[in-house]
T-cell receptor, first 112, second 115 residues
Framework: IAGITQAPTSQILAAGRRMTLRCTQDMRHNAMYWYRQDLGLGLRLIHYSNTAGTTGKGEVPDGYSVSRANTDDFPLTLASAVPSQTSVYFC???????????FGQGTRLTVV | AQKVTQAQTEISVVEKEDVTLDCVYETRDTTYYLFWYKQPPSGELVFLIRRNSFDEQNEISGRYSWNFQKSTSSFNFTITASQVVDSAVYFCALSEAFLNTPLVFGKGTRLSVIA
């Protein structure tokens, strides 16, 4: 692995189902983020973590949860998916909050 | 709260024209960082530049240049002699150093360069 990896690449999910999007980085970055990208709305922050063991809420956290048990992994969980959560999800990491963020390739999620 | 505004939703230019993408930001922090990212049609996000609030020198990298003006809270991006490969969505972003806030993005500007 080199950089930041997301899985799955795409997923179709039935409404009401639980889903975890995975994100792993091998750069030993302290900070990690989840963004969602919707047409006309740009990239909006869902949750973030400045260091392992801590998390924070972003602009659009409702319906999502995260954990940061170690430096490398930052999974995003949808407890009960709804159609409005159809989006492209990007995971990112950076050394600190004010440094360049590296992005994964994205997960395209469709909730039906 | 921090905010980034990219007023241009879409821009279309003919190849070899120069084009400027506007970015205006709001922040309460005195130390902050500004970024530009490119998202080509393939979908990945590519880092272009990071600039701190104490460095107002313009930056040039090949056909790309950036004009940072604190007086107008702007960080504009110019592509000189545009090429079809420049077609992408471009995002401006801001982070605040003291508050250690994550990147906040503008809504992006979709640039189409026509051959």
């Amino acid at each position: 692995i080199a950089g930041i990896t997301q899985a799955p690449t795409s997923q179709i999910l039935a409404a009401g189902r639980r889903m975890t999007l995975r994100c792993t980085q091998d750069m030993r970055h302290n900070a990690m983020y989840w963004y969602r990208q919707d047409l006309g709305l740009g990239l909006r922050l869902i949750h973030y973590s400045n260091t392992a063991g801590t998390t924070g809420k972003g602009e659009v956290p409702d319906g999502y949860s995260v954990s940061r048990a170690n430096t490398d992994d930052f999974p995003l969980t949808l407890a009960s998916a709804v159609p409005s959560q159809t989006s492209v999800y990007f995971c990112a990491s950076s050394l600190r909050g004010d440094t360049e963020a590296f992005f994964g390739q994205g997960t395209r999620l469709t909730v039906v | 709260a921090q905010k980034v505004t990219q007023a241009q939703t879409e821009i279309s230019v003919v190849e070899k024209e120069d084009v400027t993408l506007d970015c205006v930001y709001e922040t309460r922090d005195t130390t902050y960082y500004l970024f530009w990212y490119k998202q080509p049609p393939s979908g990945e996000l590519v880092f272009l530049i990071r600039r701190n609030s104490f460095d107002e020198q313009n930056e040039i990298s090949g056909r790309y240049s950036w004009n940072f003006q604190k007086s107008t809270s702007s960080f504009n991006f110019t592509i000189t002699a545009s090429q079809v490969v420049d077609s992408a969505v471009y995002f401006c972003a801001l982070s605040e150093a003291f508050l250690n806030t994550p990147l906040v993005f503008g809504k992006g500007t979709r640039l189409s360069v026509i051959a």
